[in-house]
């Protein structure tokens, strides 16, 4: 038997009247109380009385049992939250930079409360992968997870690389479209696909990452000879955030462009679509795609967890729990395409075993290995305009790494 959800919504923008119009017409046992909104000026289609500007009304309402929260504010969006988990309400939220930044404590209140706190839309728009992460590959020993998680940076790189248009035009027409931002340094910077990693890893492997402890790189710096080098070769460079076990107990994380073979499933994920590749012992490849971003595919999965909550479904963090004694590392070797000016870059990032150099006046690169740790330890070098990298592909490992994987296969194989 389903309960029905008596909900107060905050923020009614793109994703929030994706919702309603999903919503609406549908005989789903639930209903809309209040829509809490920041610009009591705007004109709206709905009727006055639904909307307020004070949190209180929904928060403190005993009637409203479920809060959606789709704001863009992630220090706001973090108090309504915790206080409606606090209160023992259930709680659908999109805010992925507030999740990842949050998850741990977040975790808790949930259990100490008895409230539910899901967050499919938060990750991958339409793509149902934490659900996924959480039921499918619940007791899955997990080699990687890794893709596209960012519509925005996806069709830029998709207009580049199809229509050969000009990053900037890209971009422009990726902002006049809504799917990137007026700064749009959250998306093409990494950071929007690194907290959405943060938050999958969490249910791939049971660890909690702080996001500021993963690398992310973006394709702000891209330029013409990155992109006819990558065409020369018959690649494309797409934005790609991975999480992946290294050994039975490390986990490395980061979100790099890379170097896209035809083969790879993510070579024909374009535009604002996004895709999930998980690499599991037992069930070997798969792949999930789907569209990341727009109001209605979001709207979509944000319905999924309110019906989700009429039946009483709650996340159960099982690799969490487990205490599988997983840790998380930078303590790996990743060869990279490295773009750059001044010699001195080459040196800092101690780049090793080089396979390829070019050099002329007005562009020089190396292909060679560079640890995890010196791009963590040097993230502001990586972002002087003069510099680009991107991973090729291959990884490299320490022999006690090639052991314990090795060992791990054989115990699955």
Known sequence: MSKKLKIGLFGFGVVGQGLHDIIRGQDLNLEIIKIAIKNPEKKRTLDAHLFTTDHDELLNNSEINTIVELIDDADVAYNIVKRALISGKNVVSANKKMIATHLAELVELQEKHDASLLYEGAVCGSIPIIRNLEEYYDNELLHGISGIFNGSSNYILSKIFNENMEYGVALKQAQDLGFAETNPIMDVGGFDPKFKLAIATAHAYGLFINPDKILNVGIQNLSENDIRYAREKNFKIKLVPTARKISTKQVVTYVLPKFVKSDDFLFNVENEYNGVTVQAAFAD??????????????????????????????????????????????????????????????????IENIVERFSRDDYKYVIGNVSLKSLIANRELLEQKDVFIAQTGKYTYTEQQIQTVANEATLVG
Do not use: C, M, W
């Not at 990279?336 to 040196?347: A, K, N």
């Open 285 to 350: 490849k798969q792949f999930f795609f789907g569209k990341g971003a727009g109001g209605h595919p979001t709207g979509a999965a944000v319905l999924s967890d309110i019906a989700a909550l009429r039946y009483g479904y709650r996340y159960e963090y099982k690799k969490y729990h487990q205490h599988n004694g997983l840790i998380h590392t930078d303590d790996v070797n990743i060869e990279i395409y490295l773009r750059y000016v001044h010699e001195y870059t080459v040196e800092k990032l101690k």
